[in-house]
């Protein structure tokens, strides 16, 4: 009953910037963690950044000070502006959210179906 959709993936140069969105929809009571992970080709599926429901975010040390995550706690939303992109970013970008859908009912987890980031030139 839970869905992520992610949007705003898409082809940039190198230090280039995007920003990712994430609705969540379905039944939610509330939402205890929102972040983002990425599948590059070769590699395991990574933390990108999340922000829990306090508003703590944690970041890999690989996009710390060139990514932000935000959340709209009104539209169930998490976005990740990503600034000075590099080849490196290019991977499938995974929307991922800890949703508690009843006031009775703990978190589960969900993923999005993932938006492609391609930074080349």
């Known amino acids: 009953q839970v869905q992520l959709v992610e949007s705003g993936g898409g082809l940039v140069q190198p230090g280039g910037s995007l920003r990712l969105s994430c609705e969540a929809s379905?039944?939610?009571?509330?939402?205890?963690?929102m972040g983002w992970y990425r599948h590059a080709t070769g590699k395991q599926r990574e933390l990108v950044a999340t922000v829990t429901k306090f508003g703590s975010t944690n970041y890999a040390d690989s996009v710390r000070g060139r990514f932000t995550i935000s959340r709209d706690y009104a539209k169930n939303m998490v976005t990740l502006q990503m600034n000075s992109l590099k080849p490196e970013d290019t991977a499938v970008y995974y929307c991922n959210a800890d949703v508690a859908p009843t006031t009775s009912w703990g978190p589960t987890n969900y993923w999005g179906q993932g938006t492609q980031v391609t930074v080349s030139s």
């Open positions: 379905g039944s939610i009571f509330l939402i205890q963690t």
